[in-house]
C-alpha cells in the first residue's frame, strides 16, 4: 500500500486537518500520480460540510488535480514515468451504458465514480486530490500540456470543462453573442473560453467591481444585474448565456436577454427550486438547460484547446495548512479567482 499524506474533513462542522491513509498499490491498467498542485472547487465546501447530503468521514476532498507519473501497471500503454498528467472530477465508470460508450461518463447510467466522496467499483471511498499521490485507472487520466503552468492547469480540470463543455455541446461560434453570469471559478473561465472561440462576450454580474477584471479576461461590454434599465435595453440580445451563479436568483430577467432560438444554461447550482414561467420560453423557442462538467475525452479536448489558445486559470497558490482560511475566503469571493494547493507543502 503506499502512505499518503493529506488535509481531510472528519465531520461537518470541523476545520480540515492533516491526515495520513494509504492509497492501493497501482494494478495492471492504473498510474500513480505523485501530485504537485490540486484546485479547491465551491463544491469542495459543499462536501466536506455535508451540504449536499450524504458526506462520509473522513473525507480527502479535491479534483483539479495536476502531477506527474510516479509509477505505471504492467498493461498501461499511455502514460510514461515523469509525464504531466492530471485527474479531474471522475475516476470510474462503468464503461459499458449508452453515456460511456459515447464518451459522457460524467452521466454514467450505472454511476459515475467520482474523485472523492464516492463508491468505488471495488467497494471503498475514494479519497481526493488534497494529498501527495492518487492512483487513477489510466482511462481516467489526462494529458496537461506542458505549455501550462500546472498550477494554473489545476482548475481547468473541473472549472475549465465544466464552462467548454456546453460551449461546445451548444456550438457557440465566432462572432456570437454570449453572456456570461458570475465571475467567480467557472465565470472567470466561461469569459476566458468563450472570447477564445470568438464570441462577444459580455458578463452579468451583482458587482461593479468586476466591470474591469472582465475586459481584462476577454469580454467586451459589461452588464450590472441590479441596472434595470440596462437589462431592458438588452432584451432578445444574446444568442447563448451560460449562467454560473450557484445563489438564488432571477432566471426571468436572464430569459427576457435570450434571443430568439437562444439557450440559457445552467452550471451553477442553487440551492433551491427557481421559479421559471412558461410563456418566457414558449414565445421564443428557447432552450433552458443544465451542463455537468464534461468526459473524459471532452476534457482532453479543453486542455489541448487551452493550450493552443495559451489560456490558464486565474489561481492564488497556497500550502495545504491555509484551506480552511481559503474556505471562509471563496464563501466571500475574496480570491481571483480559484485556490491551488502546493502538494509539495504536504510533503514537509
Same mark, same amino acid.
Given at each position: ?23 492501493? +498499490? ?7 500520480? +505523485? ?110 500540456? +506542458? ?19 456546453? @460551449? ?40 461593479? !467591481? !468586476? ?5 481584462? @479576461? ?65 414565445? !421564443? ?39 480552511? +482560511? ?23
Amino acid at each position: 500500500m503506499i502512505e499518503t499524506r493529506a488535509y481531510a474533513a472528519f465531520d461537518a462542522t470541523s476545520p480540515l486537518r492533516p491526515y495520513s491513509f494509504t492509497r492501493r +498499490e497501482p494494478g495492471s491498467r492504473d498510474v500513480e500520480i +505523485e501530485i504537485l498542485f490540486c484546485g479547491i472547487c465551491h463544491s469542495d465546501v459543499h462536501q466536506a460540510r455535508n451540504e449536499w447530503h450524504g458526506s462520509v468521514y473522513p473525507m480527502v476532498p479535491g479534483h483539479e488535480i495536476v502531477g506527474k507519473v510516479a509509477r505505471v501497471g504492467s498493461a498501461v500503454k499511455g502514460f510514461r514515468v515523469g509525464e504531466r498528467v492530471g485527474v479531474g472530477c471522475l475516476v470510474n465508470s462503468c464503461g459499458t451504458c449508452a453515456a460511456c460508450t459515447r464518451g459522457d461518463e460524467q452521466y454514467c447510467l450505472n454511476g459515475p465514480v467520482f474523485t472523492y466522496n464516492s463508491p468505488d467499483r471495488d467497494g471503498t471511498r475514494t479519497q481526493g486530490g488534497y494529498s501527495t499521490r492518487v492512483v487513477v485507472d489510466e482511462k481516467f487520466v489526462l494529458r496537461v500540456p +506542458e505549455s501550462i503552468a500546472p498550477e494554473a492547469a489545476a482548475p481547468l480540470l473541473c472549472a475549465g470543462v465544466t464552462t467548454f463543455s456546453p @460551449l461546445r455541446r451548444w456550438k457557440v461560434a465566432k462572432g456570437q453573442r454570449v453572456a456570461v453570469v458570475g465571475l467567480g471559478g467557472l465565470g472567470h473561465m466561461g469569459v476566458k473560453l468563450a472570447a477564445a472561440i470568438g464570441a462577444e462576450v459580455t458578463l452579468i454580474s451583482t458587482s461593479e !467591481k !468586476k466591470r474591469a477584471d472582465a475586459k481584462r @479576461l476577454g469580454a467586451t461590454d459589461f452588464l450590472l444585474s441590479s441596472d434595470a434599465s440596462a437589462i431592458a435595453a438588452a432584451r432578445d440580445r444574446f444568442d447563448f448565456i451560460l449562467d454560473t451563479v450557484s445563489a438564488p436568483h432571477d432566471l426571468s430577467a436572464l430569459l427576457s436577454m435570450t434571443a430568439l432560438d437562444g439557450a440559457l444554461v445552467l452550471v451553477g447550482a442553487p440551492p433551491v427550486p427557481v421559479p421559471v414561467a412558461a410563456f418566457s420560453l414558449i414565445n !421564443k423557442r428557447l432552450t433552458l438547460a443544465g451542463s455537468l462538467i464534461g468526459g473524459i475525452r471532452e476534457t482532453q479536448e479543453m486542455l489541448d484547446f487551452c493550450a493552443a489558445h495559451k489560456l490558464g486559470a486565474d489561481v492564488e497558490v497556497i500550502a495545504a495548512s491555509q484551506v480552511n +482560511e481559503a474556505y471562509e475566503r471563496m464563501l466571500r469571493s475574496d480570491v481571483k479567482y480559484r485556490f491551488v494547493i502546493d502538494a509539495s507543502s504536504l510533503r514537509n
